[in-house]
C-alpha cells in the first residue's frame, strides 16, 4: 500500500463493524405477528449456554433496594451479534396516547420505540398460539381481552428460559425497548403496578449502546420514625451491552429508575433493553399492549438507511381494504 493509501484509509472512518449472524430459517409465526420472525440463530443459541457469562453482585446494602448486577450476563461474544439480530428482526411501536392533567387533554409521545409480547397468570398460550384459559386450558373467551396478546416468539423465549433458571423466578411478559439514540429516554418511574403483585422480580437486558441507568429513591415522609439511619444515594449504573440488572424485593415500591437523555460519544448509537416480568391478573396484558403496542404503525429497522422506517406492508393492506382509521389511545401516564 502507498503511504497515501495508508493515510487515506487512517483518516477514513472504518466501515462500522457489524457482528454478523447466520439467518435461521425457522420462524415463529402468530396471527398477531405483522410478519415471522426468525428464531435465534444457532451460533448465538450456543454461546447464550455459557450465560451468565459473570457472577451476579448483590446491591442491597442501601435502604430497600435490593438488585443483582450481571456485569456482563451476556459474554461480548455474542451481545454484538445478539443487538443486530433483535434490531434487524423484531418489530416496534412508538406509541401515543393521551393523559388528562387537571382536565387538560395532552398527547404524550412514548420517546423511545416498543414492543411486548405475553399474557398474564390466568391465561396461557395453547400451541397454536391460541389463548387458553390457565386453569382449564379450555379457549379463553372471546370477550377476555381488548387487546390482543401475542406469544413471546422463539427468540426472546430462549432468553427467558435462561432468565428464569438463573433467578428462580417465573416471567410471562418480555417488554423490548430501542433507544434509537441518545434522545431517546425512558423517565424517573417505578414497576410497582398492582398487577405485577408485591415485590416484582423484574430482570432487565442491555444490548448495544452504553447507557446510563440512575436510580433514586422515593421521598421518605418527614414524619417517617425512626428517620433512616442512613439516607439512601442516587445510584448510577451504566448499562453496557450484555449486562442484566435484576431488580427484587422492596425495590420496586421503594426505588424510581430511569434511562436520561444523553449526549456524548455513544450518543448516536442504539440500544436494546429486555425486561422480563410477571403479570399476576388480566389488568397487567391491557396495560402492557395498550402502552407498548397501541395502535399506530410498524416500525423495522432499515438496514440500508440504518435507522427505524414504518413498514409499509400494513398500509398496503389497509388501502386494499379501503383504510381504517387508527382508533385513538386513552389511559394513564405511562412512566
Ligand atoms: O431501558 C432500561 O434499561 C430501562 C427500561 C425500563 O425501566 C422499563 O421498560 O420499565
Ligand atoms: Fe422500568
Known sequence: MSKRGALDSFFKPAAPKKAKYEASTEKSVHATYPYAVPHLPASITESLQFSPSEEGKVMNEQLDLDLVYYQPYVSPAVSGSMFEFLRQELF???????INRGGVQTVINTPRFTTVFG??????FGDGGMVLDAKTGKKAEASRYKCKPRPIPQCLDVLRRMTEATTGEAFNFCLVNYYANGQDSISYHSDDERFLGPDPAIASFSFGAKRDFLMKHKPIPPSTSPAPQLEPKPVK?????????????????????SIPKRAGPEAHKGRINITFRKAMVKAGTENYYQYNVGTGG?????????????????????SAKGGEKDEQNTGKEQS
Open 92 to 98: 416496534f411501536y412508538r406509541v401515543q396516547y393521551k
Open 298 to 318: 410498524v416500525y423495522r429497522w432499515d438496514s440500508k438507511e440504518e435507522k427505524m422506517a414504518a413498514w409499509l406492508q400494513d398500509k398496503i393492506a389497509d
Open 119 to 124: 399474557v398474564d397468570a390466568t391465561s396461557k
Open 237 to 257: 449504573l451504566q448499562l453496557g451491552s450484555g449486562d442484566m440488572v435484576l431488580m427484587r424485593g422492596k425495590t420496586q415500591s421503594n426505588w424510581l429508575h
